[in-house]
Structure formats: C-alpha cells, structure tokens
C-alpha cells in the first residue's frame, strides 16, 4: 500500500492556481509505460443555451483527498497501472479553462484508457466538490449527473453515498472490459450488496 500511494500524486489546488498538465503528465512517466492516459475537464462557453461565464468550485478538502485516494486504490485494483495523478481546482475556472485533470500510466494503452475513464467518472459521482455555474443572467449551485445517477442507482439519500464511497467499496472489472477502451462493466460491492454498471 505504501508504494501504491507513492505513485499517485493527488492535489486540491487553491482558489486561482491554474493546473499545470505538463507536470502531471511528467509525474506518471515512465521509461515501463507505452500509455500515458489524460483527461482534462474544460469550462465550455454555453451550457443549455446559457452563456457560461465561469464554474466556481468549493470542496471539503480532507474529505475529498481521502475519496479520491479510495479511487484510485480502487482503480489499481481493476488495472494494471503505474502511476495516477489527478489535480482539482477550487474557485472561480474561466471558460476555456480545466477545472480538473487526471493523467494515468500503464504498460498497455487499454488499462490507463479505461482507467482514466473510471477515474472521472467516479470523481464526479462521489467526492465532496461542488460547483456553481455563473451565467451572463444568474448562477446556479449544479450536481453533476453522475452524482445523481449514482444516487438513484443506491437508492438512499446523500448522507449514505458519502459514507460509502469513501469506505473504500470494491470494485471488479470483468474480463470482456479488454475488448475495447472503457466498454468494461464494473460491479461495485457495497456492503453485500451488488451493483452492475
């Protein structure tokens, strides 16, 4: 465990600190790895015919280091991974600008491609960051869909979710998940309880 989260590199940054890509793709390199995975999710200009002007990020810091950490333990178990990095912004992130970024390493293209996926995904749906989208005529407090899908999918209201995702859930990848990037089904065990996604 202690060398798994040597190579993960997790930070929250500060109100108008920009994310540095080149220095997370530069912390999951390696001369082991033919794949090197990115995402980087951008503030768009429009969102439902609303012109965006910026998305403002608040978090609870401790608690959503301590969930994406279970993340991505959860992640390694189901890929065969090198390193992860993934960095989130806080405060205001102008259009065109990325609010988060998560960059993976694997020997093979497959596992950090899948992996990256995973990671967004599961980022999105569970950890304690919330965001604000400010319109040219208003602002509004936003849950991401997968937030509530995932919601939906437990049936129990946000107090349990929190609980459970940070409690480090299993996670199993089956094996048809190598035909392709990221058309895996993944069970998610929680409590004796199964879910298939």
């Known amino acids: 465990m202690a060398n798994e989260e040597e190579k993960n590199l997790i930070e929250i940054l ?64 189901a890929w065969n991974l090198d390193s992860i990095a993934v960095a989130h912004r806080l405060g205001p992130v102008p259009v065109g600008e990325s609010s988060v970024f998560i960059a993976v390493s694997s020997v093979h ?20 960051i919330w965001k604000k989208e400010v319109y040219t005529n208003g602002e509004v407090w936003k849950e991401n869909s997968e937030f509530f899908e995932r919601r939906l999918e437990l049936g129990n209201g946000v107090e349990d979710l929190a609980g459970r995702v940070c409690s480090g859930r299993k996670v199993e990848v089956d094996e048809h998940r190598k035909k392709g990037c990221c058309a895996g089904k993944v069970k998610v065990e929680d409590n004796g309880a199964t879910d298939s996604r």
């Open 109 to 128: 293209r497959a596992d950090a491609l899948d992996a990256c996926k995973f990671l967004i995904d599961e980022i999105k749906a569970s950890v304690p």
């Open 14 to 77: 500060e109100e108008n600190v920009e994310i540095d890509m080149g220095k997370y793709i530069k912390y999951v390199q390696a001369p082991q790895c033919g794949a090197i995975a990115t995402f980087s999710g951008t503030t768009r200009d429009t969102f439902q015919g609303k012109t965006v002007l910026e998305l403002r990020y608040e978090a609870y810091v401790p608690m959503a280091i301590r969930c994406i950490k279970s993340i991505c333990s959860s992640t390694r178990s």
